[in-house]
């Protein structure tokens, strides 16, 4: 397909975007598969236009191999898209991991929800007790207490996305949880 | 009614493989295989099909090999001595599916 410039940059386009989200090792390969199978289907979907066209030519004018290329690219999708699909799925946290995350998220919310409710009634204690002190010992803990559950949350959410990728991938995670639990 | 697109597409995703594997007995090009199945009346796209080729091959069920023929080089694919093994299987799993969903459905 080297006599229609514009079609053959399209497909060029593309190709390339989808090799910047491969990993080197499948890049090259997987790239000139897609090439030589877009300009196959390319060529042959406007070879079909062409003959639509002889025997409706009143009709308007048919679509040239650039239209052609562009409805299959549509058809594709993004190719951010078309190069995950040559790829296992991506999770930050996976749904091996995932119950266990929420349970821990979970605890340390309580955890936290309690220590500050604690330290609340302790400095509130100590002060006069008037309701004027009462706000503003809450106001007076409010930032620590925020950018405390920011950092530990971020810090748990950390090691479960490290853990993700540390951690051996098994075939059939949730019976095997569910074994160990019962065993 | 019309099926939700979704279900349909689930129901046919196990189904490709099977027919993926059942027509590599000769070694076809991406393309070719699309437009064989096309015919025979299963729609499959191209952003289906390639990244399951590629799949195929990592389990070693196919081989592939690039070969210039005609205009450009392809990538031809067939089936792996294991892929045979397995397109067995699957075909007596298929049958054994089909008997047991007319009895279900019946």
């Known amino acids: ?183 | 009614m019309d099926v939700p697109d979704n279900l349909a597409l689930e129901l046919r995703r196990g189904v490709i493989v099977l027919a993926v594997l059942s027509q590599l007995g000769e070694e076809q090009y991406g393309y070719a295989l699309i437009k064989r199945l096309t015919a025979q009346g299963l729609e499959i796209d191209q952003g289906t099909l390639y990244p399951l080729l590629r799949r195929l091959e990592a389990d070693s069920l196919l081989e592939s090999e690039w070969r210039v023929e005609g205009s450009r080089p392809r990538r031809y694919y067939t089936l792996s001595p294991a892929g045979a093994q397995i397109l067995r299987a699957l075909k007596d799993e298929w049958e054994a599916l089909g008997e047991v969903m007319e009895r279900i459905l019946s």
């Open chain 1, 1 to 183: 397909m080297t006599k229609n410039s514009k079609a053959t940059e399209m497909i060029d386009r593309y190709v390339e975007e989808v090799g910047q989200n491969l990993p080197r090792r499948l890049r090259g390969d997987v790239k000139a598969e897609m090439r030589s199978s877009l300009e196959d289907s390319a060529l042959e979907d406007s070879a079909l236009e062409d003959s639509v066209e002889d025997r409706s030519r009143a009709a308007g004018p048919a679509p040239d191999e650039g239209q052609v290329v562009e409805m299959l690219l549509k058809e594709l999708g993004p190719p951010e898209k078309m190069a995950a699909s040559y790829l296992p799925p991506k999770y930050l946290i996976g749904p091996r991991l995932y119950p266990t995350f929420a349970l821990v998220m979970k605890i340390v919310l309580v955890v936290a929800g309690v220590g500050y409710l604690i330290a609340l009634g302790v400095a509130f204690s100590q002060t006069a007790g008037t309701p004027g002190d009462a706000v503003d010992a809450l106001l007076g803990m409010l930032p620590r207490f925020a950018s405390f559950m920011f950092e530990t949350l971020g810090i748990v959410g950390l090691v479960f996305a490290i853990l993700e990728r540390v951690l051996p991938a098994s075939k059939e995670p949730p019976r095997e949880k569910e074994e160990s639990g019962h065993g």
